[in-house]
């Protein structure tokens, strides 16, 4: 039993497909993994702890064949979504953009105080504002995704 469900983890099938394709539950996988470690940090040999290292091993060797190496060959090949999101799931690696805000010419940005009441007027030119201020931050944020591609 332990031998098919290392195969069928080998294969790509889940923790629960390789159990029930076994014959026993999700749930029963799970207590034998937990015996497994429990018994491995303890230093016992175990078939639960064989079981562990099978099928730890077994999760890895699909890891690598299924998500790893052909990442790794798309990412070499030159696809840079590939190489983006190994660097960031595998390796931790994260990318931050920067978005400087500022008034004409590069000056401070006008701020009001709106505390009291505003009439429509007011609150339609401040909204008029707020979208032509957002629209030159989109601007500039296309343009920055722009340069790094």
Do not use: C
């Not at 798309?74 to 400087?100: D, K, V």
Request: aromatic share 6%; hydrophobic share 40%; glycine share 10%.
């Amino acid at each position: 039993m332990a031998e098919a469900i290392e195969k069928s983890l080998v294969l790509g099938n889940t923790p629960k497909a390789a159990a029930e394709l076994a014959g026993i539950t999700e749930r029963t996988f799970y207590n034998w993994m937990d015996r497994g470690q429990e018994d491995e940090r303890a230093g016992r040999t175990t078939v639960f702890g064989e079981f562990f290292q099978r099928t730890t091993r077994a999760l890895a060797q699909a890891e690598q064949a299924l998500v790893v190496l052909p990442l790794a060959k798309a990412a070499r090949s030159g696809n840079i979504r590939a190489a983006q999101f190994l660097a960031t799931h595998r390796f931790g690696w994260s990318s931050t953009m920067r978005t400087e805000v500022s008034g004409p010419d590069g000056g401070p940005i006008e701020q009001r105080d709106v505390s009291g009441s505003l009439s429509g007027a007011d609150l339609r030119d401040a909204l008029r504002e707020a979208r032509r201020i957002a629209a030159a931050i989109g601007a500039a944020d296309d343009a920055a995704r722009g340069a790094e591609e």
